[in-house]
């Protein structure tokens, strides 16, 4: 079975710093797709970045980035030059790249980004 | 631009009626999901489906039904709706031309006194 791990419930910032969210994950697949979404405060879901397994070069969406540590099941976003819309509900998730597609979802980690 | 909605956007329900949510997508994504988000438990599973005829059981299924009528339509039915159930509904499609991500509906607001 799936787990996804989200330690840090809350993280607040100064606006412009570079903020990191932590994601642990547990999963039997060799091959598997890790995602973060971000949550606004009217309610809205959005993808933001993607890392596949195989993959090792960590992936990079604009001032999204992420910190792939695959023998330590660790998958962590990373946020550079913070603004004020940052702040938001962020989770990571992720599912396996074949056959399975169910995915797992962390609790959600939330950052406030202060001016 | 992936478009998924969802109606109603807000429902008051009385314990014991029956509930249907509809979600739609335009993504011509094959897989949809369904979720309900509760304080403290993030985004859990209710069901999902892989396409036109097919539901399978999330993490959290008892008290709810799905259906998939065709590759856009995507329902979750509580056939009998109790308090627990209020909740903050969401809908996901994803899978389908290289997109392994999901695309969140708006979300559905459900209240069951």
């Known amino acids: 079975a799936q787990k996804v791990t989200q330690t840090q419930t809350s993280i607040s910032v100064m606006e412009k710093t570079t903020v990191t969210m932590d994601c642990v994950y547990e999963?039997?697949?060799?091959?598997?797709?890790l995602f973060w979404y971000k949550q606004t405060a009217s309610g809205e879901i959005v993808f933001l970045i993607r890392q596949d397994s195989y993959k090792k070069e960590n992936a990079t969406v604009g001032h999204y980035s992420l910190n792939f540590q695959k023998p330590k099941s660790s998958i962590g976003l990373i946020i550079t030059a913070t603004q004020i819309e940052d702040s938001a509900v962020y989770f990571c998730?992720?599912?396996?790249?074949?056959?399975?597609?169910?995915?797992?979802f962390g609790k959600g980690t939330s950052l406030v980004v202060h001016p | 631009e992936a478009a998924v909605t969802q109606s109603p956007r807000n429902k008051v329900a009385v314990t014991g009626g029956k509930v249907t949510l509809s979600c739609n997508q335009t993504?011509?994504?094959?897989?949809m999901y369904w979720y309900r988000q509760d304080t403290g438990h993030g985004l859990r599973l209710i069901h999902y489906s892989y396409g036109a005829g097919s539901t399978e059981k999330g993490d959290i299924p008892d008290g709810y039904k799905a259906s998939r009528p065709s590759q856009e339509n995507f329902s979750l039915i509580l056939e009998l709706a109790t308090p627990s159930q209020t909740s903050v509904y969401f809908c996901?499609?994803?899978?389908?031309?290289?997109?392994?991500?999901?695309?969140f509906g708006p979300g559905t607001r459900l209240t069951v006194l």
């Open positions: 993504n011509n994504h094959n897989n």
């Open positions: 999963t039997q697949d060799s091959s598997y797709f």
């Open positions: 996901a499609s994803g899978e389908g031309l290289g997109v392994y991500e999901q695309y």
């Open positions: 998730a992720m599912r396996a790249s074949g056959g399975n597609y169910k995915p797992t």
